[in-house]
């Protein structure tokens, strides 16, 4: 299996690092109405938990297009290795702190 990811020039998982230790790192998503994140890699498994929720969409590296509605409050836990980019195509804007687990 090729590895779609190798040559791409991939984003950071969020905007800002408001945490880090040895075993965590929490990152700062903002993304406005419309708005989309960079096409990134999660290497470590993580939770998302929603301040402010949104109507976001996933795009896979290979182009599955998910729904990926987060309302506030919501947490989802993820497992690593996607790569994916992620785009606010609500009307509100969205906020979250993405904790990684190394």
Request: no cysteine; aromatic share 4%; charged share 25%.
């Amino acid at each position: 299996m090729t590895d779609l990811s190798a040559d791409l020039e991939l984003g950071p998982v969020g905007q800002e690092i408001v945490y880090e230790n040895d075993r965590v790192r929490v990152w700062h998503i903002r993304l406005e109405p419309g708005e989309r994140q960079p096409l990134h890699r999660h290497d470590h498994p993580y939770l998302v938990i929603a301040i402010q929720g949104a109507r976001n969409v996933v795009q896979t590296i290979d182009g599955t297009t998910i729904d990926a509605d987060e309302p506030t409050g919501g947490v989802v836990y993820r497992d690593p290795g996607a790569v994916h980019m992620l785009t606010n195509v609500g009307d509100t804007t969205y906020l979250a702190r993405l904790v990684e687990l190394k």
